[in-house]
């Protein structure tokens, strides 16, 4: 088998949506295991850290595997989505998984009878037996959706993490922050550390507290201590310091040591990230890449534009079942225009009625226009010979690192299908 064929074997299993629940996932992996004690790949993936939360999930997992990697650990990461390559989801050491170790992994998924799962279960089987083929010392997973009936809830981490809930997903997990966080406090273990990071509202702390003590997990609370001791970051923005606080702790309750210059070297793609000349196309000093993708996102992208004096063009696409009025509401008042676009997904919001919501959004700026692709949407940006942000999917902005960067891409595109509600 090819890769284009994993890919194209793939795309099947979109069919049956996001279903959540651990049963699917627990008999694959006893399959795998051939039900040898300890021998499924859940159980042969070294020290697991659980990553969970609403937003910094991605930059947390990034966090945390950089200090273990500067501890001297081999460590692989598990994460999703990806932006513009399905490999990107499963680093080993560093480097994303090459393909013919994805396709063994897919292969033996595939024989234990992976075609009865999800396209996310499917994933995660897969990364649980490449990992564990691997022979790590650490392995972080990051939650795909919510966390109690997540697929990768299987595993029994050393450690779990939730850097902070906010207001996403509500028809999946529940339309208040408690009801959220109880979903994502469902990756305490007993008598494990629960990492309660400080990347989201206040309001969900105690319930994630609460949570945590019900089950008899040991809660940790970063708070305004943690924060002021968190060194040099290199990712952009005051919540990634809040990240950083989660990922410091998580790997102190591993029992590592704490190499704290290791977070300056920390980059995170689609995070703040920064394309320069001669990436960018005349006339524009810099492009900045950045997924906030639900109204906490936006506000977090919106207040490390102003800490550092951006008041760039906004390139946004917006997926049709976000809070688009509250990202509008974010974003809108620190741009100087917006364009208005969608990424190649048939759950991308029609450009007119993302520029709508736009237009109506307190403090927009005058000029909204739309543009009917990425490529047009930059060159309609570049005319205005100012920084730009592309910003409002992960899927725009992993379109925007294949065409500025040349970043790896998939013969065949995969993604996630759309959550749905659950059935009533």
Known sequence: MTYAELLARLIPARRFGVVLGLDRMRRI????GAGAPGAAPDRRLGAIVHVGGTNGKGSTVAMIAALAAAAGQRVA???SPHLSCLRERIVIAGEMIDEAAIIAAAERVHGAGGDELTFFEQLTAIAMVAIAEAAVDVAVLEVGLGGRLDATNVVDPAVAVVTGVA???EAILGDTVAQIAAEKAGIWKPGRPAIIGASGLTEAVPVLARAAHAVGAVPQII???ALAAVPAVGLVGAHQRRNAAAAIAAVRALGLPVVGSALAAVRHPGRFEIVEPPRTPPGVPRIILDGAHNPHGAAALAAALRDRGERPVLIAAVSADKQI???????????????ATRYQQERSMDPAQLAAAFATAPGAPAAIATAR???????SAAAQGAPIVIAGSLFLVGE???LLLGAPSDPVLVTDPPARPPPR
């Open 167 to 169: 207001l996403d997903h």
């Open 325 to 339: 009025a509250a990202i509008a509401a974010a974003l809108a008042p620190c741009v100087r225009s917006v364009i």
């Open 400 to 402: 925007a690192r294949s």
């Open 373 to 379: 692709d990425l490529a047009s949407a930059i060159a």
């Open 223 to 225: 708070d305004d201590a």
């Open 29 to 32: 992996l006893d399959r795998l």
């Open 77 to 79: 990461t598990y994460t």
